[in-house]
Nanobody
Framework: QVQLVDSGGGLVQAGGSLRLSCAAS????????MGWFRQAPGKEREFVGA??????????YYADSVKGRFTISRDNAKNTVWLQMNSLKPEDTAIYYC??????????????????WGQGTQVTVSS
């Protein structure tokens, strides 16, 4: 069982930056693929990016909409994953969720791929 706690959201102007954190419980965090999703008002939850566990070489992959602006990193000793968001746009406004799956390597871009979810943190980007 893994418990996830998201934090770091807030209000930022367009062009600004935010860093979200996701703290995980459990002793085998390094084996988990960690994903980030977001859900804007009136829209379905969508994939943002993910970072594989040690079996996947901690490789990262992103949705086209955030590629080049967002970066995911992790510190397995701290059981924490981060989502660094730069050059934010109003369309990035959403509730952001981290998610986890016990996995090797691969591309896990659907909600169904992840078994554990954080509570979400609100990101609002003003124009």
């Amino acid at each position: 069982q893994v418990q996830l706690v998201d934090s770091g959201g807030g209000l930022v102007q367009a062009g600004g930056s935010l860093r979200l954190s996701c703290a995980a419980s459990g002793r085998t965090f390094s084996n988990y693929c960690m994903g980030w999703f977001r859900q804007a008002p009136g829209k379905e939850r969508e994939f943002v990016g993910a970072i594989n566990g040690i079996w996947g070489g901690a490789s990262t992959y992103y949705a086209d909409s955030v590629k080049g602006r967002f970066t995911i990193s992790r510190d397995n000793a701290k059981n924490t994953v981060w989502l660094q968001m730069n050059s934010l746009k109003p369309e990035d406004t959403a509730i952001y969720y981290c998610a986890a799956r016990y996995s090797g390597s691969g591309y896990y871009t659907t909600q169904a791929s992840y078994a554990y979810w954080g509570q979400g943190t609100q990101v609002t980007v003003s124009s």
